[in-house]
């Protein structure tokens, strides 16, 4: 165990609280051998990019062999590199190469299912007395009416007569937890990876791993959200605790759960870290202030976007770490979701949920194509989509009657997951591939491309270097000090003598506000104007600790 310091306001200090996080999702980041799909040679090639950005650590989204039924979350070896992104070769070069540039590597660990061609559930389909038989979830008969997550029954009768459970693809059947050799398995993978030299794991669903075997039926009012069943089984606790104990602590890496599901009271159960299960985990208040009961977009206001996170701060103590993060590879494009993707605004809306992402208390995570500003897409064609979730949602929506093309493309171009998958455009010509990208580029790739965003970029790496030199912006306090204004978000972060007013106009609007009697550290001066974010050092910084709510 590294030695324990304590801030001054109660915080145990680590290294992955310090980190900012830049997510990769390889099959769209760089293409380097002209097959059309992004590789690990690409990465390599682009990691310059990366590393300017000042970012610490990079998590990697699944590279590992697939049939890519989900985008390779539908894993058919856990040991081997997915064909389409190189070799093993090119992976160890990879790792060595971030070590080199002074950052960390985790990657996606995503075992509550496999993918149905997984040597595992093979053997387990060849016969009921197989010795695999038991490692997933099998009924001689349709036990509930549980609903999968992308869409359709969670339950597919197999060719022998028999039901197997997958709460997402029929083709990702669900692993059986409660089977010891199961989890030895993945916590011998676990290891192979972990020795190997990366630096930890975000972990995929990780609150599904327990079923309740008792199989309840859905409360009609969870059958739109059927996670809230799915998440935090009886047992989920007592194997995370048992992953920490038999792997996790063997080495100093970092640990960040997918927590769907997850209410924010139930969050202190996986991450206080008296408890030895997971460091962090992602909290899904933030982006789910635009869904509606049923799932589908909904308008939003400021006021109910701040206060997730007064609420959160006020949920977590000391012992308990957040993280921070508005996009990744299953939410739409934030400068389209949270800013104004307009040409006018564009660039100022994607400077501002930049400086809010770095100045917010927890570990932030970045995603691919953010420091470019890249937008969503206007999709006109159910063709045009790749996602499973939304050609099921095709099929239960608009072939069902139950809705009209109009309003099933109105829907998804603001939250299909599409919107960040689509391939990097690293050049006014498109500078992905040589070849046919695996899928279409945004059209307006000649617009917004990482050339064309520098001052974005720029605008990234000053916010970056500001919360490495500031531990007021890491282990700082939180106070929204304008909870109720309809267009600005203001707060503090206070640790020890030091203090910051961030101040940022969520409106294409100039707005009267109280601004501070000292020049910005970041930011313009005058009157606030549209778009504007700003970081002012406050003065009357607090007394050592007054701020603090120490450690129980």
């Known amino acids: 165990m590294p030695h324990t310091e304590i801030t001054p306001n109660g915080y145990?200090?680590?290294?992955?609280?310090?980190?900012?996080?830049y997510q990769v999702y390889p099959r769209s980041f760089y293409d380097s051998n002209g097959d059309g799909i992004g590789d690990l040679r690409g990465i390599i090639e682009k990691l310059d990019h990366i590393k300017g950005l000042g970012v610490d650590v990079i998590w990697l989204s699944p590279h590992f062999d697939s049939p890519n039924a989900d985008n390779g979350y539908d894993i058919r070896d856990y040991r081997k590199v997915g064909a389409e992104f190189g070799t093993m070769?090119?992976?160890?070069?990879?790792?060595?190469?971030?070590?080199?540039?002074?950052?960390?590597?985790?990657?996606d660990l995503v075992v509550n299912h496999t993918s149905d061609e997984h040597q595992w559930f093979i053997e387990s389909r060849s016969s009921r007395d197989n010795p695999k038989r038991d490692y997933y979830i099998w009924s001689d008969h349709k036990p509930n009416d549980w609903t999968s997550i992308f869409g359709g029954p969670a339950w597919t009768k197999d060719e022998s007569g028999d039901w197997y459970l997958h709460l997402f693809d029929p083709k990702q059947p669900d692993l059986n937890w409660d089977n010891r050799e199961v989890r030895e398995g993945v916590y011998d993978i676990m290891c192979f990876w972990l020795d190997k030299g990366v630096d930890g794991f975000r972990m995929d669903v990780i609150p599904f791993i327990s079923k309740d075997k008792t199989f309840p039926n859905l409360p009609d009012k969870l059958r739109a959200k059927p996670q809230y069943i799915y998440a935090n089984g009886p047992k989920v606790h007592d194997y995370l605790h048992e992953m920490n104990r038999e792997v996790l602590s063997q080495y100093d890496v970092m640990t960040v759960g997918e927590a769907f599901g997850v209410t924010l009271e139930d969050t202190p159960k996986l991450i206080d870290e008296r408890r030895?299960?997971?460091?962090?985990?992602?909290?899904?208040?933030?982006?789910?202030?635009?869904?509606?009961?049923?799932?589908?977009?909904?308008?939003?206001?400021?006021?109910?976007?701040?206060a997730v996170f007064t609420r959160q701060d006020q949920a977590?103590?000391?012992?308990?770490?957040?993280?921070?993060?508005?996009?990744?590879?299953?939410?739409?494009?934030?400068?389209?979701?949270?800013?104004?993707?307009?040409p006018q605004w564009r660039e100022k809306s994607a400077m501002l949920l930049a400086t809010l992402t770095l100045t917010m208390k927890g570990t932030p995570f970045?995603?691919?194509?953010?420091?470019?500003?890249?937008?969503?897409?206007?999709?006109?064609?159910?063709?045009?989509f790749n996602d499973l979730w939304t050609k099921n949602a095709w099929q239960e929506e608009v072939v069902s009657g139950k809705w009209s093309e109009k309003a099933f493309f109105a829907n998804q171009n603001k939250v299909s997951r599409?919107?960040?998958?689509?391939?990097?455009p690293w050049t006014t010509e498109g500078g992905f591939t040589t070849g046919t990208p695996w899928f279409a580029l945004n059209p307006n790739f000649a617009e917004v491309n990482a050339e064309s965003g520098r001052a974005i970029y720029d605008h990234y790496a000053r916010l970056i270097a500001l919360?490495?030199?500031?531990?007021?912006?890491?282990?700082?306090?939180?106070?929204?000090?304008?909870?109720?204004?309809?267009?600005?978000?203001?707060?503090?972060?206070?640790?020890?003598?030091?203090a910051f007013l961030i101040i940022l106009n969520f409106s294409s609007q100039p707005v009267i506000f109280d601004l501070p009697d000292s020049e910005p550290v970041i930011g313009g001066s005058g009157p606030l104007q549209g778009w504007e974010s700003r970081i002012y050092r406050l003065q009357d910084a607090p007394s050592p600790c007054g701020a603090g709510r120490g450690r129980e």
Request: some cysteine; aromatic content about 14%.
């Open 316 to 342: 977590l103590d000391t012992h308990c770490w957040p993280t921070f993060f508005l996009s990744n590879h299953d939410n739409p494009r934030i400068v389209s979701r949270f800013g104004d993707d307009s």
């Open 89 to 107: 070769q090119d992976f160890d070069d990879l790792l060595a190469a971030i070590k080199a540039a002074g950052m960390r590597l985790i990657i």
């Open 418 to 424: 599409d919107h960040a998958r689509m391939p990097i």
């Open 366 to 384: 970045i995603y691919q194509g953010d420091e470019m500003g890249m937008t969503n897409r206007n999709f006109t064609d159910i063709n045009q």
């Open 467 to 498: 919360r490495h030199r500031e531990p007021a912006l890491v282990y700082g306090d939180y106070k929204d000090i304008a909870p109720d204004h309809p267009q600005v978000f203001a707060y503090r972060r206070t640790f020890d003598t030091s």
């Open 12 to 21: 145990i200090r680590r290294w992955w609280k310090e980190a900012v996080v």
């Open 276 to 306: 030895q299960e997971l460091d962090m985990i992602f909290q899904f208040a933030a982006v789910e202030v635009d869904r509606g009961p049923d799932g589908r977009w909904k308008p939003w206001t400021l006021p109910e976007f701040k």
